[in-house]
């Protein structure tokens, strides 16, 4: 079995548990996943198989990737990941992915995607600073302080943290509990939130510290 998929963010709503309370939940959809290539130790050096997601026009893929989908008899896709598990010769290329086939419900999963862009930012907003006091005649109140010492190095050490553009990067969240599954509908519902924009995937693979 496989230990991740690929999935595309819906949005977020809650449901109610059996007990009645409130779950805030992210809404994950695997429609329009596929298995487009089977990784042999044999012959790449490796056990894997790569997952595709987002059915695209034929015109916006160049020629090397429009003989990868024909191959394994796939639509051609946005997005393509790599994902390990055991008895993965049961994966053909071709076949569709399901939630149900991978996760139940009450397991623990870690959910990686691409954090929403900010673009340029303060280092108080990047880095969450406190800034200086408020007092009158501070005039500290939002800098970022002292970056280095004079004469010696006599530079900026690499890493510091500054100014700079924020967001627009992968992101984990670890540990998020998967409240539902809807096989019909090819979603998954899991509790909390989880990174990006909505319409963004995300990869969805079973938890590491679990």
Do not use: W
């Amino acid at each position: 079995m496989i230990d991740g998929i690929l999935a595309k963010k819906v949005g977020m709503t809650h449901i109610y548990s059996e007990t009645g309370a409130q779950v805030t939940v992210t809404v994950l959809s695997a429609a329009a996943s596929y298995i487009v290539q089977r990784k042999t130790k044999a012959k790449d050096g490796y056990e894997a198989v790569q997952l595709g997601i987002g059915e695209k026009k034929d015109s916006r893929a160049d020629k090397a990737m429009k003989g990868h989908f024909k191959k394994a008899g796939t639509p051609c896709l946005y997005r393509l990941a790599e994902v390990k598990g055991t008895e993965l010769d049961n994966y053909k290329p071709g076949a569709a992915v399901k939630c149900g086939d991978v996760f139940k419900v009450g397991e623990y999963v870690d959910v990686a995607g691409r954090s929403k862009g900010k673009g340029f930012q303060g280092s108080m907003k990047r880095h969450h600073f406190s800034g200086g006091g408020e007092s009158h005649g501070s005039m500290h109140n939002r800098a970022p302080g002292s970056i280095g010492s004079s004469s010696d190095p006599s530079r900026v050490y690499k890493g510091m943290r500054m100014a700079g553009h924020m967001g627009d990067r992968i992101v984990t969240v670890q540990n998020l509990k998967v409240v539902a599954i809807r096989p019909d509908e090819n979603v998954i519902l899991i509790g909390g939130g989880v990174p990006g924009a909505v319409g963004s995937v995300m990869l969805i693979k079973k938890s590491v510290k679990r």
